[in-house]
């Protein structure tokens, strides 16, 4: 109960701020990245369409069915490992702008404070390929595992409860990360935090998720809200959000 009542408590304070304007700008970089690949998306559909045939020949139609029929599946195959590298770099290339968001989130409810500067940058940068690579080979060995034993045992029909479970919660797991190694934590130790919490986890992944299926408007959305969302949680999980002023100011954390 205690971790619905931090989300319910990370959700309003997201809005609140969101609704004075505060933090606006974090959502321009999903938003460039998120129209530039619509447009690579539309370009790829209208190529597509452009090399199919009309089948207007019946002594020929069968090679042409097979070959429309071959243009469209690997289009299709094409467009879903796209969405793949889509999500990928929506949740790596816009790491460094996340890090920075929580931290200014961080800062301003605890008043704790945080250097940056380039080897700040390439390290963040670096860690959450490294930690997007280690959830999601992580979400396929469960999913894998999971898979494997419903099939034995029969458990069909929860089969798509579990793995939206299992999805929400690597991906928890990667929100997480970003304010756990801005207190110092290593992966390894997030990984830990993560398994310790499992609600949790499933919970702010959860939002992600729902947000991100918001068709064309829910990519850019949902790493921001998910963000500001996980460091609120965070903050409530371990008692700094409630911090005073004073305590604050011993709490400096110096990132090199």
Request: hydrophobic letters at 50%.
């Amino acid at each position: 109960m205690k971790t619905i009542n931090h989300h319910i408590k990370a959700l309003k304070s997201t809005f609140k701020e969101l609704s004075k304007g505060n933090f606006l700008l974090f959502f321009i970089p999903g938003i460039i990245l998120t129209t530039g690949y619509y447009w690579f998306i539309y370009q790829t559909s209208s190529i597509g369409k452009a090399i199919t045939f009309t089948n207007d020949y019946t002594w020929f139609s069968w090679a042409i069915d097979i070959f429309n029929f071959a243009v469209r599946k690997t289009l299709s195959v094409f467009m879903i490992i796209s969405e793949q590298f889509y999500i990928f770099f929506i949740l790596t290339l816009l790491s460094p702008f996340n890090t920075y968001l929580g931290e200014k989130l961080d800062a301003k409810h605890t008043g704790a404070k945080f250097e940056g500067g380039i080897i700040r940058f390439l390290h963040d940068f670096i860690r959450m390929v490294f930690v997007v690579i280690l959830a999601i080979s992580l979400e396929i060995i469960c999913i894998v595992f999971y898979w494997v034993l419903s099939w034995f045992i029969g458990f069909e029909p929860l089969d798509t409860i579990i793995y939206f479970c299992i999805t929400a919660f690597f991906f928890g797991f990667s929100f997480y990360d970003f304010a756990l190694e801005r207190y110092k934590s290593n992966v390894f130790d997030s990984l830990e935090f993560a398994f310790s919490k499992p609600l949790t986890m499933i919970l702010t992944g959860s939002v992600f998720l729902i947000i991100f299926n918001i068709p064309y408007i829910g990519v850019p959305l949902a790493p921001v809200i998910t963000l500001m969302v996980s460091t609120f949680v965070y903050l409530h999980l371990t008692n700094k959000i409630q911090q005073t002023p004073t305590n604050n100011k011993q709490n400096t954390i110096e990132n090199e």
